[in-house]
């Protein structure tokens, strides 16, 4: 069975940073695709950045140089550095597990409970 557990979201204010961990277990992690994605009120759940089994990344245009996806295999664990946070960036923030090859921009695979990220301006 598949459990994916978020760690890291919380209160900033707009400007400061906040790193959001995933740890992931009963699956292979080292040959799935990881990826992040968020949920605002009222609004769809969005990708926001996804890593390949083999590193490669990529991020949806809003969060280009701000966010950086990262992955440890030793540890199950994908990672998400979010710099430069601004109130749209305001959300509960999913981490994701699935097969390759993907498209990011499908809501496919297995979630985790989600980790609430609240940015003030």
């Known amino acids: 069975q598949v459990q994916l557990v978020e760690s890291g979201g919380g209160l900033v204010q707009a400007g400061g940073s906040l790193r959001l961990s995933c740890a992931a277990s009963?699956?292979?992690?080292?040959?799935?695709?990881m990826g992040w994605y968020r949920q605002a009120p009222g609004k769809q759940r969005e990708w926001v950045a996804g890593?390949?089994?083999?590193?490669?990344?990529m991020y949806v245009d809003s969060v280009k140089g701000r966010f950086t996806i990262s992955r440890d295999n030793a540890k199950n664990t994908v990672y998400l550095q979010m710099n430069s946070l601004k109130p749209e960036d305001t959300a509960v923030y999913y981490c994701?597990?699935?097969?390759?090859?993907?498209?990011?921009?499908?809501?496919?695979?297995?979630w985790g409970q989600g980790t609430q990220v609240t940015v003030s301006s």
């Open positions: 994701n597990v699935r097969a390759e090859p993907t498209l990011f921009r499908l809501l496919t695979g297995y």
């Open positions: 890593i390949t089994s083999g590193g490669s990344t």
């Open positions: 009963g699956t292979i992690f080292s040959r799935n695709a």
